[in-house]
């Protein structure tokens, strides 16, 4: 006797060759697996997919069964003991942080400098600063590293980059050793990257597009909460044009 495929298979194999389908799709199909299915049972269809991992979301309503890894920051010991030592001052637990080490997962340049990114309130920066300053671990910039400046050199200190948290960020919170770790989701990541780089310089470019390609191919990314990130941002046209010319192998239509 040979067993029925079960829903989920039925779904995989008719979403397989597809990049991507609607949730009006997803309904049709289902409707007719099952012509007298509501509202509420579909509802409920969809969720059990997801958390089965026969489907994801690409966009809102726009979902793929082709599912990729979750993209997740690394807990690190030296991000622990910064926010054990510094949290109070840099506002915590209102706040962001992350190493730019894990872009290296994402680049296959890797000569650059890490350091941390620390995203605070406004009226944080200037106290997060000066408390850093007097510090013999941490050399504090605001905004962006200045390389010309004297102590940029020095090995032995760990760059910080202090910058403005842009209200409603998309930050995935992870409880870890008794603190709790507010990082940035690859969203964030991808929609910050790009407005820090210089697209008429084409080394900058071109590490950029492997840097989104890389991050597509591999990672689950939610493109409802990129573009609304950066249209928070006031970037919304930008990287929509940036996907549009230099990634369009990635169905740019559908972002």
């Known amino acids: 006797m040979i067993d029925k495929p079960s829903i989920s298979q039925k779904v995989f194999n008719h979403f397989k060759d597809q990049s991507h389908f609607t949730r009006g799709e997803l309904h049709d199909f289902l409707r007719k697996e099952n012509p007298g299915l509501s509202d509420g049972t579909f509802g409920w269809r969809v969720n059990d997919l997801k958390k089965k991992n026969i489907i994801q979301q690409v966009k809102t309503g726009i979902y793929t069964v082709h599912v990729k890894m979750e993209f997740h920051l690394q807990q690190e010991k030296s991000l622990w003991r910064f926010l054990f030592n510094f949290g109070k001052d840099a506002g915590y637990p209102k706040l962001c942080i992350w190493n730019t080490q894990v872009l ?85 990541i991808l929609v910050d990257i790009l407005m820090e780089t210089n697209i008429k310089d084409e080394l900058q470019r071109t590490h950029l597009i492997g840097l989104f390609d890389n991050a597509i191919n591999s990672y689950v990314i939610d493109f409802s909460k990129l573009y609304n990130y950066a249209d928070r941002r006031g970037k919304l046209d930008d990287i929509r044009h940036f996907i549009h010319v230099y990634l369009p192998h990635h169905n740019a239509s559908l972002f």
Do not use: G, M
């Not at 671990?137 to 760990?158: L, Q």
């Not at 998309?170 to 507010?182: E, M, Q």
């Open 104 to 188: 290296e997962r994402l680049s296959k340049n890797h000569n650059h400098k890490n350091h941390i990114i620390l995203e605070v309130k406004p009226t944080a920066i200037e106290q997060i600063y000066n408390c850093l300053s007097k510090t013999t671990e941490y050399i504090p910039y605001i905004n962006r590293i200045d390389a010309s400046a004297p102590t940029y050199e020095d090995a032995s200190k760990n760059p910080v980059v202090i910058k403005r948290l842009i209200p409603r960020s998309p930050i995935k919170t992870i409880y870890w050793d008794l603190i709790h770790f507010p990082f940035p989701t690859l969203e964030k």
